[in-house]
């Protein structure tokens, strides 16, 4: 009984989300959601949590030529700046960690899903990619939103949750700003 008013509930949250959001999801997004079956409000707030910034657009946006290198976040302004660090970051000892693009696609994980490096860092394969991704999570977690959110971040329960509540309060707050934030 729990698990279906959870499921309910859930299913009317994501109702809510997607007619406040479905304006300002850009296409791209929401074509490549529904390809996937996974909720385009669900998907972009990923972006946004994962590469979003304010410094180069006029408002909070996912930044195609971002690179997490062991926590500390880079934004570039093109797409051959973001590279020639990716680059330079795999020439020597390699990170620890290393997210790449929009949606911060692990490295040390998932560079075999691509034929290069530039490749994930290409906005349109990077989204596929995470689409792939997320749907791959979202069958492990057997249809459970909120657990394939948790484990796009980490497989690790104590990280999935931080992530969970942090894509939470950033989605909550989208809403609350007519998905305009």
């Not at 079956?37 to 006029?58: D, H, M, N, V, W």
């Not at 560079?111 to 490749?119: L, Q, T």
């Not at 484990?151 to 939470?168: I, V």
Request: with cysteine.
């Amino acid at each position: 009984m729990k698990q279906r008013i959870a499921s309910l509930l859930s299913a009317l949250f994501l109702l809510v989300c997607q007619s406040t959001m479905a304006e300002t999801i850009p296409n791209a997004y929401q074509e490549i959601a529904e390809q996937h079956q996974i909720p385009a409000s669900i998907f972009y707030t990923l972006a946004l949590l994962e590469s979003g910034q304010s410094s180069k657009t006029r408002a909070f946006r996912p930044w195609p030529w971002t690179l997490t290198v062991d926590a500390k976040p880079y934004y570039f302004d093109t797409y051959e700046g973001a590279l020639s660090k990716l680059k330079q970051t795999l020439a020597g000892e390699p990170p620890k960690q290393l997210g790449i693009g929009l949606f911060q696609i692990e490295y040390r994980y998932h560079k075999d899903r691509f034929e290069s490096v530039e490749d994930m860092l290409w906005p349109y394969k990077n989204t596929q990619v995470a689409a792939q991704i997320f749907s791959e999570y979202l069958t492990l977690e057997q249809g459970d939103l909120w657990g394939a959110i948790g484990r796009f971040h980490s497989s690790t329960d104590k990280y999935a949750k931080r992530y969970q509540l942090r894509f939470g309060k950033h989605l909550v707050s989208l809403i609350a700003d007519g998905g305009s934030s």
